[in-house]
């Protein structure tokens, strides 16, 4: 079975810093890795996902994502924080090899503070 | 072009009672997936169809739930004899098998309260 870990509950950042927001996983196949974002009042939205290829995601909004296979990680990063970019933001993960159950982590509260 | 839409956005009912939410997909979307959602956790996945069929329901949680999706579009997601453990945010996501795949489109959610 796979799971996701988002090891903080709240990140906070000043605006013009750089972020990340962390999330780690297990799967027994190999990982489709996503992260969602979840604006006040508004439903999930997808940022970016890794499937294959450079371990190095782009993704919406400017956010990026590292997968390291090794350490089983896919922070979510950006380079200059916005105020707007202050959000719920949740990691997912699929197993390639076992149907179509979506596991998402519990979510980070991201404030990025003027 | 219009998104994922759910109906009600918000039911109350009592424990013991029978409830029906549904979702709307977006036009053309094959796949479609129910969550549910807990206060501070994040979405827990229910069922996901491919066209008409069920093609994974792993996560409902006992034969208390149940959904359809007759005509692979709109989708009703059903629960008997409610519980008041049954209250949480029912969310509704579609995708597309054909370039975005994986790419899930959530609804604004059903809020459903047992009392």
């Known amino acids: 079975a796979q799971s996701v870990a988002q090891p903080e509950d709240q990140v906070n950042v000043a605006e013009g810093n750089p972020l990340t927001v962390k999330c780690t996983y297990s799967v027994s196949g190999n990982p489709y890795l996503f992260w969602y974002v979840q604006y006040p009042n508004r439903g999930l939205q997808f940022l970016l996902k890794y499937i294959t290829g450079d371990n190095l995601v782009k993704g919406s909004y400017g956010f990026e994502a590292e997968f390291n296979k090794s350490q089983t990680s896919f922070h979510l990063k950006k380079p200059s924080a916005l105020v707007s970019d202050s959000a719920l933001y949740f990691c997912?993960?699929?197993?390639?090899?076992?149907?179509?159950?979506?596991?998402f982590g519990p979510g980070t509260r991201l404030s990025v503070l003027p | 072009g219009a998104g994922v839409s759910q109906t009600p956005s918000n039911k109350v009912t009592e424990k013991g009672k029978y409830v029906e939410l549904r979702c709307d997909p977006i036009?053309?979307?094959?796949?479609l997936y129910w969550y549910r959602q807990s206060l501070g956790q994040g979405p827990e996945f229910l069922i996901y169809f491919q066209g008409t069929g069920a093609a994974d329901d792993s996560g409902l949680p006992n034969d208390r739930f149940f959904a359809v999706r007759p005509e692979g579009s709109v989708s009703t997601l059903k629960i008997q004899r409610t519980e008041r453990g049954d209250s949480a945010v029912y969310l509704c996501?579609?995708?597309?098998?054909?370039?975005?795949?994986?790419?899930?489109?959530f609804g604004p959610g059903t809020r459903l309260t047992v009392l």
């Open positions: 036009s053309g979307h094959t796949a």
């Open positions: 997912a993960v699929r197993d390639a090899d076992y149907g179509q159950n979506f596991v």
């Open positions: 996501a579609s995708s597309s098998l054909a370039g975005r795949r994986d790419e899930q489109f």
